[in-house]
């Protein structure tokens, strides 16, 4: 092969954490720089995501991904395809014990194949499966990070060091009690992650709400650890691609980041196809579009179109969170009866999550015509949908980015990880959501009337439109556009100087080749007596009215 034909298509690697939330993100990622054109895009995935990938498409690899080739890495963890995915303990023994030999092999393999002095121009790795990060060092592939969920987590987790020295937590990542802080008094949540400016004061988070604190303490200890090791290894990286918008609707009131020296922030999304904002909903499964890990029922949609414009309320906790108990699920059903709407529920079918349902409660709201319940939905078609009023949701990022850009309002039930810093954006910066305080009955019940009716969800239906506006169509999906240019422009670059030079050796750093991102502050919301918010920047100005 010459060097021309070589050069031609630029091959970039991209390995996501395994879980749906990352997947689905990072696929978008690869497709839209293949769409730039010069780009052959490889996505990377654990085996068992691969065979659930797959089975969701027939087996056809070219539908499954697009434009964008699935490669399945030998993992070495048992999955049946069931509705539980393999847990994180199992998936991170892979990813540091199993996993990396063979995506070595795969990145030589490329390498040889190519007649190339590099087997990639670039490895794109999730944050979360850092465990790539030196992969690519012994392979002498450049190695960007993408952040695929909001930076605000990205932020938190990055002052673990600042949160210890100032007293918020233990060096095993325990929150620590008033007393040992050395700054303010605490509430009875925790310390205020205000006080340190990592986030503003006005989203009201705690070191109760650290993404790490999921499970028993020996849970809590081991990821944090894993967190640990993941920002270690994060400091290595040239660039990283944030899905998500500068700012994040905080402006100035949120601390300006610092990067380790040489390191470069690109905001990249909100991701999505950009061909599916206009586009119908579908009648039929999904599955390919979206590179789901599960079967989606496709009579959802047939259901939907019997409903009355904005009347259902959808309901669905996403794909990676731990069974929330038979007794809340018991309180869910009851408060959706009893708000008197008709609602789609995504309830996986094991029965850690079903146990408490009332007996018959599937059936007999199916038979009257008030709910559904299925184990798996199209969200993006659902969310579409015009029967669709407004969304129960767990707050993870996709989820809510899915809600904005398709204008459903939200009731915010954090479950863990960074779903609670999600939720108090949502609800704190910017009103396109209220809080579930808690799942009994009549907060379920209230929470829904709420939203669908009067002058509070009139407001938050229009707040969502402004935040769909600002971030899925105006200036924040032209930056989004920009930076992927920028960084596309400077992988070229870059390999072309490192195949130019390959022979003395060495990886030439990206950042040398990314220009300026354009990653203004576009967005700033301010509180006022009058209770405004106003978003000013250097090139736009958006009202958040909240009254």
């Known amino acids: 092969m010459s060097a021309e034909s070589a050069q031609a298509r630029r091959a970039i690697v991209f390995v996501p954490f395994p879980a749906q939330g990352h997947v689905t993100p990072m696929l978008h990622l690869a497709r839209a720089l293949a769409d730039r054109g010069g780009v052959a ?18 087996g056809d690899n070219d539908n499954a991904a697009g434009r964008v080739a699935l490669v399945p890495i030998p993992s070495g963890v048992p999955d049946d395809g069931g509705d539980e995915p393999p847990g994180f303990a199992s998936i991170v023994h892979a990813m540091e014990h199993h996993m990396p030999a063979h995506l070595e092999g795969l990145l030589l393999a490329m390498a040889r194949a190519a007649g190339r002095g590099g087997a990639a121009a670039c490895l794109v790795v999730d944050v979360l499966a850092s465990w790539a990060v030196p992969v690519a060092a012994r392979c002498g592939v450049p190695a960007v990070g993408f952040w695929p969920v909001m930076f605000a987590s990205y932020r938190v987790v990055a002052a673990i060091p600042e949160l210890i020295s100032n007293g918020f937590i233990s060096g095993t990542g325990t929150p620590l009690p008033p007393s040992t802080n050395k700054i303010n008094e605490a509430d009875s949540k925790g310390r ?11 989203l009201e988070l705690s070191t109760a709400d650290l993404p790490w604190l999921v499970g028993s303490a020996a849970s809590r200890q081991s990821r944090f650890a894993f967190w640990l090791q993941t920002v270690d290894r994060a400091k290595s990286l040239d660039c990283i691609l944030v899905n998500s918008f500068p700012g994040e609707g905080a402006g100035d009131a949120d601390r300006p980041y610092d990067p380790p020296p040489g390191q470069r922030i690109l905001h990249v999304g909100p991701l999505f196809d950009d061909d599916s904002l206009g586009r119908p909903p579908c009648r039929k499964s999904t599955a390919a579009a979206a590179a789901a890990m599960w079967q989606a029922d496709p009579t959802c949609m047939e259901w939907l179109d019997r409903q009355s414009p904005g009347s259902v309320v959808y309901v669905s906790f996403g794909s990676w969170v731990a069974p929330i108990g038979p007794d809340k699920i018991a309180q869910f059903a009851l408060g959706l ?10 309830l996986k079918s094991h029965p850690s999550w079903r146990a408490g349902l009332p007996d018959q409660f599937a059936e007999t709201v199916a038979a009257a015509g008030r709910g559904k319940i299925v184990t798996w939905a199209p969200q993006e078609d659902v969310l579409r949908h015009g029967a669709v009023g407004c969304y129960v949701t767990h707050c993870g990022t996709n989820s809510a980015l899915e809600a904005i850009r398709h204008g459903v309002r939200m009731i915010c039930y954090p479950i863990s990880g960074d779903q609670f810093i999600n939720s108090a954006y949502i609800v704190n910066m910017w009103g396109a959501g209220i809080a579930l305080a808690s799942s009994n009955r009549d907060c379920v019940k209230d929470c829904i009337e709420r939203v669908m009716e009067g002058e509070e969800g009139r407001r938050l239906q229009e707040n969502v439109a402004r935040m769909r506006e600002m971030v899925m169509v105006g200036e924040g999906r032209s930056i989004a556009k920009r930076n992927l240019d920028l960084f596309l422009e400077g992988i070229i670059k870059s390999d072309d100087a490192s195949y130019r030079n390959h022979q003395q050796g060495g990886v030439v750093p990206l950042t040398s080749f990314i220009r300026k991102a354009q990653d203004v502050q576009y967005s700033n919301p301010r509180h006022s007596e009058e209770g405004r918010y106003r978003g000013e920047s250097r090139n736009v100005s958006y009202n958040f009215d909240f009254r």
Do not use: N
Request: net charge neutral.
């Open 41 to 58: 895009a490889t996505l990377a995935v654990p085996d068992f995501v691969h065979r659930r990938m797959m089975s969701q498409d027939g």
């Open 192 to 202: 205020k992650l205000g006080d340190l400016d990592i986030l503003p004061s006005k």
């Open 337 to 346: 009866e009893a708000a008197g709407r008709p609602f789609l529920w995504v």
